[in-house]
């Protein structure tokens, strides 16, 4: 959760309100985020991602109560649900490492300039 707060306070300290836009366009991003940040996440891997992020919790919830949600004889999509929402939220944290990543470089970049 507080990689979740550190992104959120970095793309927000970022100067165009369209950060995802902008994320999603830099030629230096690598493929995956572009691809995960295209069209407001509006890609297969983005909608992966977004599943990941949202679903995950409460598959765990459901998971940690006990809630059969599937007929028995069907249990074994219960753990493909649970691996893909575990990809889609590993994805998340790895375009978050990056975000994170670029924002370090470009405050070091900027207290290198001001010394």
Request: charged fraction near 15%.
């Amino acid at each position: 959760i507080s990689c979740e707060w550190m992104v959120f306070c970095a793309t927000q300290s970022w100067d165009s309100a369209e950060w995802k836009k902008t994320l999603a366009s830099m030629p230096e991003s690598p493929w995956w985020v572009n691809s995960i940040m295209r069209n407001n996440f509006k890609t297969p891997l983005g909608t992966l991602v977004t599943a990941g992020l949202f679903g995950l919790p409460l598959w765990l919830l459901l998971r940690s109560m006990n809630i059969e949600w599937l007929p028995s004889h069907l249990i074994f999509l219960d753990k493909i649900v649970g691996l893909l929402l575990i990809l889609g939220r590993s994805l998340a944290a790895c375009v978050e490492i990056y975000v994170l990543q670029r924002h370090f470089v470009g405050l070091a970049a900027m207290h290198q300039k001001a010394h």
